[in-house]
Structures are given as structure tokens and as C-alpha cells.
């Protein structure tokens, strides 16, 4: 007898029920649809494809942009018994030729790979080889040029789906407008279009704008204001700095983050805030992504999205657990002409586009007519050094060019390290090393072929691990090394990469069509606006322009949001102070009490309550830890 993916569910992950769209979509998928899911960050997506990659024969391959997202999922399905397997840049050939095997032997029920490995055609030779039953499309709406974070390596994925003709394809995102979603299933070429969609609403999360000409200060109000983990999001690499430093010395503690950091700075970093060693991580746009850390109670924006969708995203990490939180956007008078300043950013002239476009391939030594389907390493810092440019007009000519075709830009990528002993065999014996470098160095002779001959890729993680030392040993041991002359090391790092994707072309040839430029200008100018009307219009519910956006129609403001919460009434004064004085008598009681019992003893229900307790909060007479209600001391 068959099992049920509701029998799948209980024997794997040990729950009793889906969430919300989780069963209709996996019901879609083993009935062989082609299938979209909108659902909000934290509704569940991967339990969408891995309870039928439990049921389906063969193997499931889930494209996804986020290492990070790989490694979590690969070790957190290892813990409950699932095989799976994650192809990256981080792994030795070694690493790397055993995943495959693994898949190709049946000893893997999903392989996890970035988008950027489809273009090699030894791997696509290797996938062929193997019974490939159902393809996911993790963070789909980079497949759509009219979306926010479009990817071109995503549109590979078109190409793929057609060797598994058999194979049904689920697209997954957390933020997509109608439009999006057609180009979506348009583009993953759909064969019948099947679409099951949450509601964007995430009634747990209360969304504020605070207006103010000083912005560190408005932050650490809300911060102190606010109980639990937090993250601030700002734009720019030196504010992340900054404004930790100042988090730090108003005795908040605090971290920073941002793509530019050495992996093992971001592994270090990661893992303090999600231990709860800080507090608060003031990031860019690169923090949170595949970061499953259910308890983030509060989320602020230093600085304005450009769009809904990168909002929505990144607001969306507050409260995963279903206990209430906050998004709170930070805004200063000048942010509106910041705003439209990054349209004009975003979409530099033609003829200076075509201008990178031409000191690019002089700067990376690449001949007309030549370059086509080569990978060349960009130092961008280095590029606009030298040429005088503005690193965002660089960034998105670049952008724009790799929309275009004639190039595919890649940005913050991180090469693997790699080690070639240079020291003749015969003079090694004369190495005076300490005891952990001694262990080191005798595993990386046992563990990697061709050191005396090559550069050879290795792992640290995967050092670390065997030895039972810390990276940061490893690496330690391996620079003292190289200080001998023993070894020459080139340590993993971060840098962005150029793929031309076409011959290089003689700069009048640069053709920049409307749908490319102009129409894409129309749509961020669009999604610009949307985003000022959420951020400085008070007309209206908070969460509904941002709901009205995703094409859905609420029925009533949502009664959390600052702009209905200056506006309710619905609560006469005396009801309201009775109201009160019950919750604090409840609250005062020895250990506190939930908002469910809270609400249970007042014959009302708790959304009813949630505005008058959040309320008490922001006065500071009661505290919300998780879920329990207590009297402020």
C-alpha cells in the first residue's frame, strides 16, 4: 500500500497536518502539473517538493541561487534520514564527483544545484544519465525580466526541463505580482498553468513608518522599544559598520554583514546572531537569504527598498514563528528624492552603457570578436578606479548589458581555494612546524593528489572537520605555510565574474531594444512609486496598498499598522480602559499568561486584543516574551 503525503509528513518531519496551500500543491505536482506557488516567506516551500521527492521515483532537482540555502537543507533532510546532495563552488573535484555518484546510483533523492551549473555541458552529459522525476525552480521570480532581482542563468532552466520531458516543474517564490507570475510560467514554458497562491498577508507582523531627521537615533528608539532578535537593513557596505558600532556603544549588541566579507567572516557572523550571542545584525540586502531563524521579532529598514517585492522579502523574516513582530521603515524627508535619484541610477544613458561595455572587454584583455562563452574574473573596485566611474552607473550598465545578451554579470561569486606545494620534497623534511600545522599539512599531502605538479582546490570546512579544529586553525596553518615558502595558497574569496555570452562587439553594434531598456525603465519607475505610496502616504492601511499591489483585494484595513492604529476607534474610551486593566491584572499574575488564555478569560478573541496589548507594550507596562504576557518591572 501506498502512503499519503500526509503519511510522509508524519514519518519524516513528525507533523500532523500541512500548512496553508502546502497539500493542494503537492497533490498538483504528483498529479504530474506544471505547477506556481506564491507563498509568503516562512509559509513552508520546501515541504512543497520534498514530500513528493519522498514519493516520486528517481531523483528531484532543485535550482537555487543560495549556498546557504543548499547546506542548511542538505543537513537539516540528513537529520530526519533523507538523502540529498548539493553541487557548489565550495566542494573539492573529489566532493563533487562523489554527489554525482551518489545521484546517479540512486543513493540521493535531491539534488540541490545553483543555476550557473547548467551551462556546463559535461554536467547537463552527466544529468542525462540519471531518472530525473520532478524539477523545482527555488526563488522563481528571477527567471522574469519584469521582475525585481532578474538572473539570466535562470533562463537555462527552460532548456533543462525539456531533456525530462516527464518531469513536472514547481516554481517557488515569496513575491510575485500577477504580471510576474504569467512571465514566470511563460518562461518555465508551462504546460498547463497551474497557480496556487497565499495570501501576502502576515497578520502576526505589525508594519510602522517612522518619520524622522535623525536616523540612528529613531532606531535605537525602536530598539529599545522592541524585545528579541533584530535586524537592520541599510544599503551601503560602510553604513553596516557604522551603524553597528554605534548599536554597540549604546550598549545594544550588535554585528554587521554584508557580501564583501571573507566566507568565513559571514559563517562566524551568521552563527552568532543566530545563537543569540547578538542581538542585532545591521546587514544589506545579502543577509537573510536561506537564514531560517523562525524567532526575528523585529525588522527595521534604515533605508527605502525600491520595490514592494525586495520589501515584502525582507520584512517577511520577522516573525516566522507566528508570534507577533515588527517591520519598521526608518524614513528621513530626504528618502522620496533618493528614491527617484536610484531610477535615474538604475537606467544610465545608452551611450555610456555601450562606454562600459567597451572599457570591459579593453580591461579584461578580450578581442573583438572573441570572448564568446568564456568566464573572466572582474575586479569591479579596481574598474571604476580606473576608469573614474561611479560603481552604481557600473553596476547596472552591467546589469543591463547581461539583459540584453551580450553578457551575463555575476555578481560576488566565491572561488574555491586552491594550493600548490612549491618546496621540493627532498627540502620538506627540514619544515620546522608546531603540532597543529604539522597535522594539517600531512592531511593535505593524504588527502589531495597533484600538489607537486598543480594548483589543487581544497575544502577548509571539510579540513576542519576531519582534524576537529576550527577554519580558522585551518587557515592559520596553511598561511604559516605559505610564510615558509612550503606552499603556495590562494585562500577563497569573494569576487564578481563576466561571462560574455556572445563575441565581443564593436560598441556602435550594442543594440539596447525598448523591451530592454525603456519598458524595464516603465516597470522600476512603477515599482518605485508603489513603494513611496507605502512609505508617505497615511491615507491608507499599510498592509493594504502593499496587498493591493500583489493583486489581491482586501476586505478591511488590518488594525495593526501605525496608520490604523491612529485611526482606530473602534474601542470607546471607558471600554478601552476597562479593557486595560483586565490585561495588566492578567499580565500581573505570577508568570504572566499567553495572549490565547488572555483572551480566553475575556471572552474575546486574541486578534481583538493583539492592538490594545501592542499598545501596552509601546508604553512599556507589559513585556512579550514568545508568547507569555508579563508586568514590566
Given at each position: 500500500?501506498?502512503?499519503?503525503?500526509?503519511?510522509?509528513?508524519?514519518?519524516?518531519?513528525?507533523?500532523?497536518?500541512?500548512?496553508?496551500?502546502?497539500?493542494?500543491?503537492?497533490?498538483?505536482?504528483?498529479?504530474?502539473?506544471?505547477?506556481?506557488?506564491?507563498?509568503?516567506?516562512?509559509?513552508?516551500?520546501?515541504?512543497?517538493?520534498?514530500?513528493?521527492?519522498?514519493?516520486?521515483?528517481?531523483?528531484?532537482?532543485?535550482?537555487?541561487?543560495?549556498?546557504?540555502?543548499?547546506?542548511?537543507?542538505?543537513?537539516?533532510?540528513?537529520?530526519?534520514?533523507?538523502?540529498?546532495?548539493?553541487?557548489?563552488?565550495?566542494?573539492?573535484?573529489?566532493?563533487?564527483?562523489?554527489?554525482?555518484?551518489?545521484?546517479?546510483?540512486?543513493?540521493?533523492?535531491?539534488?540541490?544545484?545553483?543555476?550557473?551549473?547548467?551551462?556546463?555541458?559535461?554536467?547537463?552529459?552527466?544529468?542525462?544519465?540519471?531518472?530525473?522525476?520532478?524539477?523545482?525552480?527555488?526563488?522563481?521570480?528571477?527567471?522574469?525580466?519584469?521582475?525585481?532581482?532578474?538572473?539570466?542563468?535562470?533562463?537555462?532552466?527552460?532548456?533543462?526541463?525539456?531533456?525530462?520531458?516527464?518531469?513536472?516543474?514547481?516554481?517557488?517564490?515569496?513575491?510575485?505580482?500577477?504580471?510576474?507570475?504569467?512571465?514566470i510560467m511563460e518562461r518555465l514554458e508551462f504546460r498547463s498553468r497551474t497557480l496556487f497562491s497565499k495570501s501576502f498577508s502576515r497578520p502576526n507582523i505589525t508594519y510602522v513608518v517612522r518619520h524622522t531627521d535623525h536616523k540612528p537615533e529613531m532606531i535605537l528608539r525602536v530598539l529599545r522599544a522592541t524585545r528579541g532578535c533584530a535586524i537592520v537593513y541599510v544599503r551601503s557596505r560602510r553604513r553596516t559598520r557604522e551603524l553597528a558600532e554605534i548599536l554597540v556603544k549604546e550598549g545594544i549588541t550588535a554585528?554587521?554583514?554584508?557580501?564583501?566579507?571573507?566566507?568565513?567572516?559571514?559563517?562566524?557572523?551568521?552563527?552568532?546572531?543566530?545563537?543569540?550571542?547578538?542581538?542585532?545584525?545591521?546587514?544589506?540586502?545579502?543577509?537573510?537569504?536561506g537564514i531560517d531563524k523562525p524567532d526575528v521579532r523585529t525588522v527595521i529598514h534604515a533605508d527605502p527598498p525600491s520595490s514592494l517585492e525586495e520589501y515584502y522579502?525582507?520584512?517577511?523574516?520577522?516573525?516566522?514563528?507566528?508570534?507577533?513582530?515588527?517591520?519598521?521603515?526608518?524614513?528621513?524627508?530626504?528618502?522620496?528624492?533618493?528614491?527617484?535619484?536610484?531610477?535615474?541610477?538604475?537606467?544610465?544613458?545608452?551611450?555610456?552603457?555601450?562606454?562600459?561595455?567597451?572599457?570591459?572587454?579593453?580591461?579584461?584583455?578580450?578581442?573583438?570578436?572573441?570572448?564568446?562563452?568564456?568566464?573572466?574574473?572582474?575586479?569591479?573596485?579596481?574598474?571604476?578606479?580606473?576608469?573614474?566611474?561611479?560603481?552604481?552607473?557600473?553596476?547596472?550598465?552591467?546589469?543591463?548589458?547581461?539583459?540584453?545578451?551580450?553578457?551575463?554579470?555575476?555578481?560576488?561569486?566565491t572561488t574555491r581555494s586552491r594550493v600548490m606545494v612549491v618546496m621540493s620534497k627532498h627540502d620538506l623534511y627540514s619544515l620546522r612546524l608546531d603540532d597543529t600545522t604539522d597535522r594539517v599539512f600531512q592531511l593535505l599531502l593524504r588527502t589531495y593528489t597533484g600538489l607537486f605538479a598543480d594548483y589543487v582546490y581544497i575544502s577548509e570546512p571539510l579540513m576542519a572537520s576531519r582534524l576537529n579544529i576550527t577554519e580558522e586553525s585551518i587557515y592559520n596553518a596553511l598561511l604559516s605555510l605559505a610564510r615558509q615558502h612550503a606552499i603556495h595558497y590562494v585562500p577563497r574569496k569573494t569576487t564578481p565574474y563576466i561571462l560574455y555570452t556572445t563575441s565581443r562587439e564593436l560598441p556602435r553594434h550594442i543594440t539596447l531594444t525598448?523591451?530592454?531598456?525603456?519598458?524595464?525603465?516603465?516597470?522600476?519607475?512603477?515599482?518605485?512609486?508603489?513603494?513611496?505610496?507605502?512609505?508617505?502616504?497615511?491615507?491608507?492601511?499599510?498592509?493594504?496598498?502593499?496587498?493591493?499591489?500583489?493583486?489581491?483585494?482586501?476586505?478591511?484595513?488590518?488594525?495593526?499598522?501605525?496608520?490604523?492604529?491612529?485611526?482606530?476607534?473602534t474601542v470607546r474610551p471607558t471600554d478601552y480602559g476597562a479593557l486595560r486593566d483586565n490585561i495588566l491584572r492578567l499580565a500581573s499574575q505570577p508568570g504572566g499568561h499567553t495572549v490565547d488564555y488572555i483572551a480566553a478569560q475575556l471572552s474575546m478573541q486574541p486578534a481583538t486584543i493583539i492592538p490594545h496589548i501592542r499598545t501596552l507594550m509601546d508604553e512599556g507596562a507589559i513585556i512579550l516574551t514568545g508568547n507569555t504576557i508579563t508586568i514590566a518591572r
Open positions: 500500500m501506498s502512503l499519503s503525503p500526509l503519511d510522509v509528513l508524519r514519518r519524516h518531519w513528525g507533523y500532523d497536518s500541512f500548512r496553508e496551500m502546502q497539500l493542494p500543491i503537492i497533490d498538483s505536482i504528483l498529479a504530474g502539473n506544471d505547477t506556481l506557488g506564491l507563498l509568503p516567506t516562512g509559509g513552508g516551500k520546501s515541504i512543497t517538493f520534498q514530500v513528493p521527492a519522498m514519493m516520486l521515483d528517481g531523483l528531484t532537482l532543485v535550482i537555487t541561487p543560495l549556498i546557504s540555502l543548499m547546506k542548511d537543507q542538505v543537513d537539516n533532510l540528513a537529520r530526519i534520514g533523507i538523502r540529498a546532495v548539493a553541487l557548489h563552488s565550495g566542494l573539492t573535484r573529489a566532493e563533487h564527483r562523489l554527489g554525482l555518484d551518489r545521484c546517479r546510483l540512486g543513493k540521493a533523492k535531491l539534488l540541490y544545484l545553483s543555476p550557473e551549473k547548467l551551462q556546463s555541458k559535461t554536467f547537463i552529459e552527466e544529468l542525462q544519465q540519471m531518472q530525473v522525476s520532478l524539477i523545482v525552480v527555488d526563488e522563481a521570480h528571477c527567471i522574469s525580466q519584469w521582475g525585481y532581482d532578474f538572473r539570466p542563468s535562470y533562463l537555462r532552466i527552460a532548456a533543462l526541463r525539456r531533456l525530462f520531458s516527464d518531469a513536472p516543474v514547481l516554481a517557488l517564490t515569496a513575491s510575485a505580482t500577477p504580471e510576474v507570475a504569467d512571465d554585528d554587521f554583514y554584508h557580501a564583501g566579507l571573507a566566507p568565513e567572516d559571514k559563517n562566524t557572523k551568521q552563527n552568532r546572531w543566530k545563537n543569540d550571542e547578538v542581538r542585532v545584525m545591521v546587514a544589506t540586502n545579502a543577509f537573510g537569504m522579502q525582507e520584512a517577511g523574516r520577522a516573525g516566522r514563528d507566528g508570534l507577533p513582530s515588527y517591520a519598521v521603515v526608518v524614513t528621513a524627508p530626504a528618502d522620496k528624492a533618493t528614491l527617484t535619484r536610484r531610477l535615474n541610477e538604475s537606467f544610465p544613458d545608452k551611450d555610456t552603457i555601450r562606454r562600459v561595455y567597451e572599457l570591459a572587454g579593453n580591461f579584461l584583455d578580450v578581442a573583438v570578436g572573441s570572448g564568446y562563452n568564456n568566464l573572466y574574473e572582474f575586479n569591479f573596485s579596481l574598474f571604476c578606479e580606473r576608469f573614474r566611474m561611479r560603481p552604481p552607473v557600473v553596476r547596472n550598465a552591467l546589469a543591463i548589458l547581461s539583459r540584453a545578451g551580450y553578457i551575463d554579470y555575476v555578481d560576488e561569486v525598448r523591451k530592454v531598456y525603456e519598458d524595464q525603465r516603465e516597470r522600476m519607475a512603477h515599482r518605485i512609486e508603489a513603494m513611496k505610496r507605502f512609505i508617505f502616504s497615511d491615507t491608507e492601511c499599510r498592509v493594504n496598498t502593499m496587498l493591493r499591489y500583489f493583486g489581491e483585494k482586501p476586505a478591511e484595513p488590518c488594525g495593526l499598522c501605525d496608520v490604523c492604529r491612529s485611526r482606530r476607534k
